[in-house]
C-alpha cells in the first residue's frame, strides 16, 4: 500500500499442469523471459517465476508454477496446487495421448483446488500444424464443454503465449474486482 498512486497489489498463484513434454516449461520461460530451449530437461530448482502485468492500470504479479517434472510420475503434490487461483492445461496438438489427458488433469485441479479457479486450455505446439493430431475443433469443443477458454499457442515461435496467460490473468483479475 506504500506504493506511488496508491495503487493496490495483486499475486495470483497459476499453475502449469499437462502430460509430459507438452512444452510447459517452455511457455513459462517464453513468457517469462523471451526464452526457448530445444532441449530442455525436467526444471531443476525453478519452482515458479513470477512476471508482472499490467492490467488495467494495476500492477498484477502473476507467479507461475511450473512442475519439476514430476508430471511424469503422476506425483504432482497438492503443495504444487495450494493457494493456485488459476491454470493452464496444457496438451501437445501432435500428440492425442496428451489431449486424452486432459479430463484426468481437470480433475485432479478440481480436487486440490475447490475455488473458482481461472482455467485456460491450451494446445501447444501449433507451429507443428504439418503434423497435427488434434484439430483445433476438438480442442475448441473440448474447452467449451468444460467451461474453459482455449488458445492453441506456440512457445518455440511465440504464437499467443502472452494472449493465454493475459487471458488467465484477467479472467482472475475480473473475479475478485
Ligand atoms: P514440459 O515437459 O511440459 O515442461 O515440456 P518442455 O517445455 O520441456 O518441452 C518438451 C519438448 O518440446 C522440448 O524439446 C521443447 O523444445 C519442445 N517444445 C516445447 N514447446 C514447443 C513448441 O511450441 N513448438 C515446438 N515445435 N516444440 C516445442
Ligand atoms: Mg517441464
Given at each position: 500500500e506504500e506504493r506511488g498512486g496508491g495503487g493496490e497489489e495483486y499475486l495470483f498463484k497459476i499453475v502449469l499442469i499437462g502430460d509430459s513434454a507438452v512444452g510447459k516449461s517452455n511457455l513459462?520461460?517464453?513468457f517469462a523471459r523471451n526464452e526457448f530451449d530445444s532441449n530442455s530437461k525436467a526444471t531443476i530448482g525453478v519452482e515458479f517465476q513470477t512476471?508482472?502485468?499490467?492490467?488495467?492500470?494495476?500492477?498484477v504479479k502473476a507467479q507461475i508454477w511450473?512442475?519439476?517434472?514430476?508430471?511424469?510420475f503422476r506425483a504432482v503434490t497438492s503443495a504444487y496446487y495450494r493457494g493456485a487461483v488459476g491454470a493452464l492445461v496444457v496438451y501437445d496438438i501432435t500428440r492425442r495421448s496428451s489431449?486424452?489427458?486432459v479430463k484426468r488433469w481437470l480433475e485432479e485441479l478440481t480436487t486440490h483446488c475447490d475455488t473458482a479457479v481461472g482455467r485456460m486450455l491450451v494446445g501447444n505446439k501449433c507451429d507443428l500444424d504439418s503434423i497435427r493430431d488434434v484439430s483445433t475443433e476438438e480442442g475448441k469443443s473440448l474447452a467449451e464443454e468444460e467451461g474453459l477458454f482455449f488458445?492453441?499457442?506456440s512457445a518455440l515461435d511465440?504464437?499467443?503465449v502472452e494472449a493465454a496467460f493475459e487471458v488467465v490473468i484477467r479472467e482472475i483479475y475480473s473475479n475478485i474486482s
Open positions: 513459462l520461460s517464453r512476471q508482472v502485468v499490467d492490467i488495467d492500470g494495476k500492477e511450473d512442475t519439476a517434472g514430476q508430471e511424469r489431449f486424452d489427458s488458445m492453441e499457442t511465440s504464437t499467443n
